[in-house]
């Protein structure tokens, strides 16, 4: 479990495509610290932590086809920066909202304005996850916990504050590029209970 709250920035150093598998290479502050077996999101992906090189700062993850099917990480390009967040423990201040590293599907960004102190920011939403999104409710975007400030017709608008856009990777972000969503889980169950109550 996370929380959405990003604690370090990696850069994507190599991709090893082995079978339909991929095998990465990141380099990051945290890396040296991480230990094998230690569950990782990265970019909102939940990833499983196979090799760490603590000399020379560098971890890999293996990423399945299933994961790429669903993830921004099919458009992979070595040299990008990936969000990291370690998981929380139940004595972690829960600064975010309760993320599972679950990604729902990857969504595009479809404008940016400068707000001269904060970003917003505007995402498709695609018709069978408009359910799943509520103005103020909670979002994980990149791994990142966010807030919706707005929905409008078939998108979404979030706020970035300066502190998010300079220690993330939404300031590389342009318009065009895709991100990584994860809807609350906590509406998922909701809305399926209420599919599975209506088909009584």
């Known amino acids: 479990m996370f929380s959405g709250i990003i604690k370090s920035v990696g ?7 082995n079978g339909t598998s991929l095998r ?3 380099a990051s502050p945290i890396s040296g610290e991480l230990v094998i077996d230690q569950s990782i999101t990265h970019d909102g992906i939940c990833l499983t932590i196979v090799a760490v090189d603590d000399i020379n700062g560098l971890h890999e993850v293996d990423v399945v086809k299933e994961t790429l099917s669903k993830t921004t990480f099919q458009f992979l390009k070595e040299g990008q920066l990936i969000n990291l967040e370690k998981s929380i423990t139940p004595t972690t201040l829960l600064d975010g909202h309760l993320v599972q590293g679950h990604v729902d599907t990857f969504i595009q960004c479809i404008q940016i304005e400068n707000m001269q102190g904060s970003w917003n920011m505007t995402f498709n939403l695609p018709k069978e996850f408009a359910s799943l999104v509520i103005p103020r409710g909670s979002i994980c975007l990149n791994g990142v916990s966010l807030t919706v400030a707005n929905l409008i017709d078939n998108s979404f608008e979030v706020a970035i504050i300066p ?3 300079d220690h ?3 300031h590389s972000l342009q318009v065009g590029d895709h991100v990584n969503v994860e809807f609350d ?3 998922k169950y909701l809305l399926r209970q ?4 209506s088909s009584k």
């Open 163 to 165: 502190y998010t856009y």
């Open 185 to 187: 889980f906590i509406g």
């Open 11 to 17: 850069v994507l150093k190599s991709i090893k495509a």
């Open 194 to 197: 209420a599919e599975v109550n």
């Open 168 to 170: 993330t990777n939404f």
């Open 24 to 26: 990465l290479a990141i």
